[in-house]
């Protein structure tokens, strides 16, 4: 899928006076008013349901650190996942451990800004080229809401809404957007680290502190 221009909306800022008029909506808009135009939107506001943190409460990894095979060894089990991505020579091991943690890692790979993204209860890692058409590289976090139970992302230039599985742009002033998906696997850590002893591991240096190792969401797993 390659990046394309917004498609058709549904209403537009000029003719939107309420966009939640007809809808029963079930997330907060603080956080968004006067950032996010709800006027633009490709899916009903009836769709999203809140998933309990709010905008970013699943914090994204802004600023990755890496350590060496041998270093993340020490801590991963052999058949523990991890998403393998790599772009223009340059290869890179994300533990599932820690993505189930941020959702998201802004990082940069090959010289190429990318995000690397992981919904926990889809169980989906997909990799996502960052820059646009027009030179904008875009940051995303995350809203705090989900549809049809997959994260919904969101991008700190224009606030706009993403659907992670898709990677398209469906609430905000890139509605009908789409990014360019990048090949990624998610395979074992004994399969990665036997492939590739010499490749970058996305280390649990994170900034934030977090149970990297178990899994938040057993509950929903059961």
Known sequence: TEISA?????????ECEDPFADS???????????????CLHSV???EFLSGGPPPDGI???????????????????????VMF?????????????????HEIVNDTVGGEPVALTFCPLCNATIAFRRTQPDGMVLDFGTTGNLRNSDLVMYDRQTFS??????????VGELT???LELLPSQIIAWSD???AHPDADVLSRNTGHVRNYGRNPYAGYDT
């Open 6 to 14: 917004p498609a058709s909306h549904t209403g537009s800022a000029e």
């Open 24 to 38: 029963s909506i079930q997330f907060s808009t603080r956080f968004w008013e006067g950032r996010t135009n709800f």
């Open 44 to 46: 009903s506001f009836n």
């Open 59 to 81: 914090p994204a990894i802004e600023e990755p650190a890496f350590e060496t095979v041998e270093d993340a060894n020490g801590w991963l089990e052999e058949d523990w996942p």
């Open 85 to 101: 991505f790599e772009w223009n020579g340059e290869v890179r091991a994300y533990p599932l451990a820690i993505l189930i943690w």
């Open 161 to 170: 809404w993403w659907q992670q599985f898709t990677g398209e742009a469906i």
């Open 176 to 178: 009908g957007t789409k």
């Open 192 to 194: 990665f680290k036997a």
